[in-house]
């Protein structure tokens, strides 16, 4: 019987090939199942030997470890280099943007505390 190895859902692109390409490298057989159309299923990576799933978790496990180290060892590079993005330079990059979602915002929350405040008038 089939059992579920890794969900997928917010995983990047780069670490959900990672993990295909470990599963294949060790000869364990697992399928995926999509997304879907509409976002709402379960993407995951599926083992079809419930057997091997001690040993893929075992795998994935120690993966996760080392990817973690990685990342981490990565963005210190970044941050030491000054060269990770902060919210300043996404700003810098397309203002008008930013100041629609500002505008937005704003309108938000007039439109929504307005009621309160009209009631003690």
Same mark, same amino acid.
Request: charged letters at 40%.
């Given at each position: 019987m089939a059992a579920r190895l890794f969900s997928l859902h917010? +995983?990047?692109?780069?670490?959900?090939e990672e993990v295909?390409? /470990?599963?294949t490298s060790h000869a364990l057989d697992f399928y995926e199942s999509p997304e879907g159309n509409w976002g709402i299923s379960m993407p995951a990576?599926?083992?079809?030997?419930?057997?091997? /799933?001690?040993?893929?978790?075992a795998l994935i496990a120690e993966y996760q470890k080392k990817r973690l180290i990685r +990342?981490?060892?990565?963005?210190?590079?970044l941050q030491k280099n000054a060269m990770?993005?902060?919210m300043l330079d996404v700003i810098k990059?397309?203002?008008l943007r930013f100041a629609i979602y500002v505008a937005f915002i704003a309108m938000v929350l007039y439109f929504s505390t307005q009621p309160f405040l009209e009631i003690g008038k």
């Open positions: 917010n +995983v990047p692109d780069d670490e959900a295909r390409e /470990l599963l990576i599926w083992l079809y030997d419930e057997e091997q /799933l001690p040993q893929a978790r +990342v981490r060892e990565e963005y210190a590079l990770n993005r902060t990059e397309n203002p």
